[in-house]
Each structure stands twice: as structure tokens, then as C-alpha cells.
């Protein structure tokens, strides 16, 4: 008898993406800022990253093998995505205890509770390192400053260091001399979480990213242009009370959390049109956050309220259609 | 900047095996299937039965209304049944079975290769004969090309649109038949646009096909009113409504047809056939297919006579491969897999597609990770993840208001997603209910 003949419905060839394809190119995007990274802070940097991730892995391994009892889902790199972002949130300081319950925050609570890769309403990595924010305070608000390529010392943020002048009434021009300069902010010499300290390193997968075709330019672009559109209208406002754009685009986890955070493929929208509100709704946020809130640091809480209004983005925010829409009069004819 | 359709769209490797191949005449097989549905429409009904005598040319089943097509004899012979033969699916459509002797066409056929130029019949007499000669569009689409050119009162066709893009990966039919039969194409296409009284007509053609660019504008510098449109690559610029909108910039609205933006498209082989069917008098007997698949000895291009079996091109072409895994009739993004490879060549086949085992099967499918790829490449401006959610929660009539008869079904969406979620299989399932729907609505 002649061989049988697979017969199936069309398109009969596929591109070959693949999930475990596009979150291995965000590991590897986010591999220069890891290496800035281990330069600047050490052997911190190192360990707490393998932590993350492994524990990341694990705690997905476990629960969908004994709680939710489905295939096992480590192959596809979404967990290794969520570690290393986790690790990138934290100072490198942070002890290695609280890291793991935050990857267990990240992992058990933000994902797999609700059902796993591709249900979770909130982007892990955020979730955890908010978390972590909130339940250990004093340890995630101390980071070390670098003082040429070894030697660190403890101290604020350029945005907490900021915060607190403007607070007690310093003006700009007279708390500048004390803040790194732009170009050490580009290159990672500033006091900052692991991954978010090197701006020219982040920016370099970025156009990895790009040229991959694993994320589109919307989302990064549009939040850092708000966030430089509100804080400039600010500045120009009073430069003497409000930072210049560049140090707000510079400053903390701005382009961390844009290109690699805020593009979760998961937590934000389906179409060009509604990333564009998304990433604006961040963007305005973060600096509300970072100019009168309570946080030095607002990006982290701006992605989470914007992730909870995804779902009623999608619904409203349709993408444009092919065909001009038929009119009343076109109708009538 | 080249011109190009404005929403979506994706880019398949084009895998053109097949391009510098010439049309070779393919022949005549031993015996012929001619199915009396080869078109969109009402099938056709036979005017032979058993036993008969049958000339090449020679009428064997009329249309039966007028979206409907008549059926020629594309070969000379006796008939040796009139029954329902199984098709490429296997399900069993009515077919005249010919058995071949000789090669003995109808009168006033002319088989010569001198180029007719001149045409003296109105549009009324032009529409008479493509009628009469069974033609269809020959992309795929197969609807009788007569409907196509009676534009309704109270419209005007401004713009006839040729389309040479052949945007199918693997697919070289049209590319050879623009290289080979250039001038018979131009004349065809002068013929379309008497019929229709435009004085424009443009043959998009995409810019992996240069020589076809080069050749076609060469010639079309003797003939009045016929322009080249190079087309910057993109899958599906093949699809009529992407063509309107990469040519002259207008979109179909939804729920219309082209002539509501002033536009005709006809096939490439459609515009061959109707320059053979009026001056030649050559009804459509046979047609370019192309016989292509990455483990197949010697792919190539054939004229293949209507009802031709596909084993029969199969073989010519170094025979069926130790490791194939389907046969598509068609391209492999919108052709169909066949199950049953004694199925015959009909006037809609552009191509016989064999894949390797391991080119056939589907990934299995993942979870979607809403990463929003199927929204950026639908060419429709649709959401498939949307339609596939909707009917996979067995909302199907959801699926309505989220404009799921708009969809083209070009596979774009499946082609793309990292999950490997049989998204169009989905979307069908949507859009056959939804029209059900609306076919309900409307008898009421």
C-alpha cells in the first residue's frame, strides 16, 4: 500500500518562531547590561542573578509539576527571563534570602497562580521586585555608589539623593555638583539597582531586540518620550524645583523597565494603538510618582497600574482595520 | 520606495525552484477528469454521456446560470464515464471521465503561435466569448471571469489591475507565462480593457520577478495604457484587496467589492487565456502549472491539459519522493493538501507542491503569550488571537462583531505565531457560522 498522505488545513509552512526563540533573545539583549553589571558591582552581580534565575526555574519547575500538574514549562526561557529581570531590580547588596522570596513572589503568586505563562495580569519580574519594595524597605533602598571600578560605598540613588534635596528645600542647581555626570550615568558608574545602572548597555539590546524582531519600538519609545515631554514642560516651568529630562531618561530604571519590562508580551497591548496609551500611561506616571509620590522611583508601580488596564485596552483599543469605513451616505447607494 | 499594501503582511523565504524553468508542453495523458465544478457557482451540467465521441475544444457540460462556467473537452476521445470520481479531499464530485485517442482538435481552433493583435468584436461580443470559453480566474480564486467583467449599473470600472504577483512562495506559473507569453498578454489585457472601457491598466508584479519587470515594461511601451507597477515583496500582495491598495491606494470597504472603488483585477493566466479564448478561439483546455518540492528530482513548469491526473505531473517530475509527507494543490500558504494524488488538474491548480515529511507536520500548540504578532501581520487589520479565543470558548457568534468575514484567510496569522496555534483552522471555524448566520438573517 501506498504511504499515507498528511493532510491538514492551510498556511502549510510556518516562520519557526518559536516562545522559547523570543525569550532567549531577551536574555541574550540583556546580556551587556549584565556584564557592565558584574564590572561594576562584582561578584555580587553574578550571584545574585544565578540565584534569581535558578530559583525562578525551580519554583516553576515544582509548582507545575506537583500543584498544577501540567507539562513541564521550563523549556520555554519565560522563567530565566523573570529571574534575571528580578535580579536587575534589586541592589546588589540585597541578601540572598530576600531574593529568593521575591522569586518566589515573582514566580508563585504573580504567574502561576494564575494559570502560568501567558495568564498572569502582572509582569512577574515587577511584581516581585514591588514586593520586595514594600516587605523590605530598608535593604532595597540601600544601594552601593561606585567609586571608579571597584570600590562602592553605600549610599542613595541619584533619584533619592534628589528626592530628599528637593524636599528640604536645595535647589537644582545647587545639588547638581553632587550628582554623577551624564556620561557616568550612561556608562553605569551611579548607585542603581544591578541591571538598571547602564543606560548604553541597555540601549544596545535594545537594537538587538529590534533587529530580532522580538519587540516592536512603541512601548520604550513612547514612555521615555512622555516621561521626557512631562518632565521637560516641568523644567521648563522652574528649573531651579524640577530636574532636566535627560537626568529623569537617565535616572533609575527608566530604560530597564521600557524596553525590557514594560514589553511584556503577556501584560501589555495587543496593537499599535493601545501600546501607544500604555506607554504613555507609564510615562506620565512615573514622573507624577517620581516629582510628588512617596517612591524616589515610580516606573515599577506606573508598568503595574498600566498592566491591570491592559485587558480593558484591548477590549476598547481596536487596531486600524483594512477598508475605509463604509459611510451612511457610501451605504445608502 | 517601491508601492506595497499598507496593513500587515509577512515574509516567507519565496523558495522559487522553479523560476528559470520554460513552460514545457506537459502533453496528453491516457486518460482525463474533468469535474463539472471547477468554479465558484453553480456546477455545471453535462451535455455528454457514456460512450460518446468527444473532440479537444468541444463543449462537455454547460453553465447552469450566471455565476457558473461552461466545461470543455480538453482532449479528444471517448467518454467513458459520467460519475462521481473522487477529488483531491476524496469526497466524490461529479466528473466526466474521458478515455484519450488521438489528439483531434475542434474546427476553427487556431493551435498556430502567430500573434493576433487586432480586435473588432464590442464588449458585448468580447464578454459572449470568454463566456463561452469556460474562462475563470486563474489565481485560485476561480470565479467565472464574465461576472467579473458585467460591471453593475450605476458603477464604473476605472482601473484594470493585472496581477502578476504571484505572492505564493514555491509558485512560478504566472512568472514564466510573463516572460514567455509577454506580447499574447498584453494583447489579453487590451481585450479586458475594451470589455470594460478603461483606459488604464496596471500589471502589478513584485520585485523577486526583475526580469518579468524588465521584460513586460520593454514590451509594454507599444501598447497604449498599460503600465508596470513594481511591488515591493510582501505576502499576500496577492490577495485582490491588498493589489487595489498596493496599486492605486484605495481599500475595498468591508462587505464591498473592488468595482466600488473603480477597480477590475485579473489574473496574470486569466489575461493568457482570454487573449487565446478571442482571438484564437481556444476555449480554457489547459493551463501553466507548476510542479515544485524541495526533495522532487526535477521541478518545473508545464502546460497541462484540464483534468490531467496529479500523479501524472508527480512522475514527469522525477516521481513521488521516498520522504513526502503531503501534496498541496496549490501554494502552502493558501493551496490545498490532497489526500488522493489521482485527482485531476483543474482550472484553479497553479502548482503541485510536494513536502518532506518533515516540512508537513504542525508544532504542536503552546500557550498564547500575547505577543501580538498575529494583530501586527494580519493584512485585514484583524485580532486572531481574539477570533481563536472566541471560538475556542465556542463563542462563534462572537466572532461577528469582531469583523471575522473580513478575514482572507491568507494563513499569515498561523505562519507567524510562536506558539504554534492553529489560529486560521480557528478563524474558520468562526467565519462558516458567522455566514450561516447572516444567511439566516437574510431569508428572513
Redesign the interface.
Given at each position: 500500500m501506498e504511504?499515507?498522505?498528511?493532510?491538514?488545513?492551510?498556511?502549510?509552512?510556518?516562520?519557526g518562531?518559536?516562545?522559547a526563540?523570543?525569550m532567549r533573545d531577551v536574555v541574550i539583549a540583556l546580556v551587556p547590561a549584565f556584564v557592565l553589571s558584574v564590572i561594576v558591582y562584582g561578584l555580587n552581580s553574578l550571584v545574585l542573578t544565578a540565584v534569581a534565575v535558578g530559583s525562578c526555574v525551580l519554583f516553576e519547575y515544582l509548582i507545575q509539576r506537583f500543584l498544577l500538574k501540567g507539562p513541564n514549562t521550563i523549556g520555554?526561557w519565560?522563567a530565566i527571563v523573570t529571574g534575571v529581570l528580578l535580579a536587575f531590580n534589586v541592589p546588589s547588596t540585597l541578601p540572598v534570602w530576600i531574593l529568593i522570596l521575591g522569586s518566589l513572589f515573582s514566580i508563585a503568586v504573580a504567574k502561576m497562580s494564575f494559570g502560568?505563562?501567558?495568564?498572569n495580569l502582572f509582569n512577574p519580574a515587577i511584581a516581585g521586585r514591588v514586593f520586595l519594595l514594600i516587605s523590605f524597605p530598608a535593604q532595597m533602598a540601600s544601594y552601593p555608589v561606585p567609586e571608579g571600578v571597584v570600590d562602592t560605598t553605600s549610599g542613595a540613588t541619584p533619584l533619592a539623593f534628589v528626592k530628599e534635596a528637593l524636599k528640604k528645600g536645595t535647589s537644582v542647581s545647587d545639588l547638581m555638583p553632587d550628582l554623577p555626570s551624564y556620561g557616568d550615568m550612561l556608562l553605569g558608574f551611579r548607585a542603581g539597582s544591578l541591571g538598571e545602572i547602564a543606560a548604553a548597555a541597555l540601549i544596545v539590546g535594545f537594537i538587538y531586540l529590534l533587529w530580532r524582531r522580538v519587540i516592536?519600538w512603541h512601548i520604550p519609545v513612547f514612555i521615555v518620550g512622555s516621561m521626557a515631554v512631562f518632565a521637560g514642560i516641568l523644567w521648563l516651568a522652574d528649573p531651579e524645583q524640577y530636574m532636566n529630562p535627560l537626568f529623569h531618561v537617565l535616572a533609575g530604571g527608566t530604560l530597564l523597565g521600557s524596553i525590557y519590562m514594560a514589553t511584556d508580551?503577556?501584560?501589555?497591548?495587543?496593537?499599535?494603538k493601545g501600546m501607544i496609551v500604555y506607554a504613555v500611561g507609564i510615562g506620565v506616571l512615573t514622573i507624577l510618582i517620581r516629582v510628588w509620590g512617596a517612591y524616589p522611583e515610580g516606573l515599577s508601580f506606573a508598568i503595574l497600574i498600566m498592566n491591570s488596564v491592559v485587558p480593558l485596552i484591548?477590549k476598547y483599543m481596536?487596531?486600524?482595520?483594512?477598508?475605509?469605513?463604509?459611510t451612511k451616505a457610501?451605504a445608502a447607494? | 520606495m517601491l508601492k506595497t499594501f499598507k496593513i500587515g503582511g509577512i515574509h516567507p523565504a519565496d523558495n522559487k525552484l522553479t523560476r528559470g524553468a520554460a513552460i514545457e508542453d506537459f502533453g496528453v495523458p491516457a486518460t482525463v477528469t474533468i469535474p463539472v465544478s471547477q468554479h465558484i457557482g453553480a456546477p455545471a451540467s453535462p451535455v455528454v454521456k457514456k460512450g460518446d465521441n468527444v473532440k479537444v475544444g468541444q463543449v462537455i457540460a454547460t453553465a447552469t446560470g450566471f455565476v457558473s462556467s461552461n466545461i470543455h473537452a480538453s482532449v479528444s476521445g471517448t467518454v467513458t464515464a459520467v460519475d462521481n470520481v473522487p477529488d483531491g479531499g476524496g469526497l466524490r464530485k461529479q466528473a466526466i471521465v474521458i478515455q484519450v485517442e488521438g489528439d483531434e482538435w475542434e474546427e476553427g481552433i487556431d493551435r498556430t503561435d502567430t500573434l493576433v493583435k487586432e480586435c473588432d468584436l464590442d464588449a458585448k461580443e468580447i464578454v459572449a466569448k470568454i463566456a463561452a470559453a469556460g474562462i475563470v480566474g486563474m489565481g485560485g480564486a476561480t470565479f467565472p471571469t464574465q461576472v467579473k467583467l458585467s460591471v453593475p449599473p450605476g458603477k464604473k470600472a476605472e482601473f484594470l489591475i493585472i496581477n502578476g504577483v504571484e505572492c505564493e512562495p514555491y509558485l512560478t506559473a504566472d512568472h514564466r507565462v510573463m516572460l514567455e507569453r509577454g506580447e499574447e498578454l498584453l494583447v489579453g489585457i487590451k481585450i479586458l480593457m475594451k470589455c470594460l472601457g478603461v483606459e488604464q491598466a496596471y500589471i502589478g508584479i513584485e520585485n523577486n520577478k526583475p526580469d518579468a519587470i524588465a521584460h513586460l515594461s520593454g514590451l509594454a511601451a507599444g501598447y497604449e495604457g498599460i503600465e508596470i507597477v513594481p511591488l515591493r515583496m510582501k505576502y499576500p500582495q496577492g490577495g485582490e484587496k491588498q493589489l487595489i491598495d498596493a496599486v492605486i491606494g484605495r481599500q475595498v470597504p468591508s462587505g464591498r467589492l473592488p468595482i466600488d472603488v473603480g477597480a477590475v483585477v485579473q489574473n496574470v493566466g486569466t489575461a493568457l487565456a482570454v487573449y487565446e479564448a478571442v482571438q484564437k478561439n481556444k476555449p480554457l483546455i489547459e493551463r501553466v502549472v507548476t510542479v515544485t518540492g524541495k526533495a522532487l528530482e526535477n521541478p518545473g513548469n508545464y502546460r497541462v491539459r484540464i483534468g490531467t491526473p496529479l500523479r501524472a505531473l508527480i512522475e514527469r517530475s522525477g516521481g513521488m519522493p521516498e520522504d513526502t509527507g503531503k501534496v498541496i494543490n496549490g501554494g502552502p500558504m493558501m493551496g490545498r493538501a490532497v489526500a488522493n494524488i489521482e485527482a485531476p488538474v483543474t482550472k484553479g491548480t497553479s502548482g503541485v507542491l510536494l513536502m518532506r515529511d518533515e516540512e508537513a507536520l504542525r508544532g504542536t500548540a503552546k500557550a498564547c503569550i500575547s505577543c501580538a504578532k498575529c494583530v501586527a501581520v494580519c493584512p485585514m487589520g484583524l485580532e486572531p488571537y481574539l477570533l481563536n479565543k472566541l471560538v475556542s470558548k465556542g463563542r462563534l457568534a462572537d466572532t461577528e462583531p469582531e469583523r471575522v468575514t473580513d478575514c482572507i484567510e491568507c494563513g499569515s496569522c498561523s505562519f507567524t505565531c510562536p506558539a504554534d496555534l492553529p489560529l486560521l483552522d480557528m478563524i474558520r471555524l468562526g467565519k462558516a457560522e458567522v455566514m450561516r448566520l447572516i444567511r439566516a438573517r437574510n431569508a428572513k
Open positions: 504511504k499515507k498522505l498528511i493532510v491538514s488545513p492551510s498556511p502549510h509552512i510556518h516562520g518562531d518559536s516562545t526563540r523570543l520555554n519565560s502560568g505563562l501567558g495568564r516592536t508580551y503577556v501584560t501589555s497591548p495587543m496593537n499599535v484591548n481596536k487596531p486600524r482595520r483594512f477598508g475605509v469605513p463604509v457610501a447607494k | -
